[in-house]
């Protein structure tokens, strides 16, 4: 009969920890996307209003500008551990204002994010933590 408790007790603990991890992944994710929001140049409100997430399958159109995607909230997509979640602006002048045009200097908000991003996740670790 103990057996059958101990495998009772590792099935609970492997479904706590995939639920956790799910936890992890999607509040990593969101932390990302606001980190993105926050340091996006807000002149006209244009950029950071065209930020948008969505999760496959991605469509063509999605790269032409479509408004598919969501605005930030990762809450609705069901993407799945492992799966795949899509981040970018649907404004024509994002690249521009990520990497720089003319001489002038890129905002680098997506770059300087996606190097938070081991931070990001450690915290989010911290704050599911059981």
């Known amino acids: 009969m103990a057996s059958s408790n101990f495998s009772a007790d590792i099935a609970a603990w492997a479904e706590r920890t995939k639920k956790r991890m799910e ?3 999607n509040l990593s994710a969101q932390r990302l996307a606001e980190a993105i929001v926050e340091a996006t140049p807000v002149a006209s409100g244009e ?3 065209s930020f948008r997430v969505s ?3 991605r469509q063509s159109e999605d790269a032409e ?8 909230n990762l809450a609705g997509l069901g993407v ?7 981040m970018g602006f649907t404004a024509p ?3 521009a204002v990520e990497y720089g045009k003319d001489g002038q200097a890129g905002q680098g908000m997506v770059r ?3 190097r938070q991003w081991p931070d ?3 915290s989010a670790a911290r704050d599911t933590a059981d």
């Not at 500008?65 to 930030?72: D, F, I, L, R």
């Not at 799945?80 to 899509?86: A, V, Y």
């Open 120 to 122: 990001i996740v450690e």
């Open 23 to 25: 936890e992890v992944a």
């Open 55 to 57: 999760a496959p399958p």
């Open 47 to 49: 950029l950071v209003n």
């Open 80 to 86: 799945p551990l492992g799966g795949m979640i899509h």
């Open 65 to 72: 500008g479509s408004n598919e995607g969501q605005p930030v």
């Open 112 to 114: 300087l994010a996606a």
């Open 93 to 95: 002048h994002a690249a």
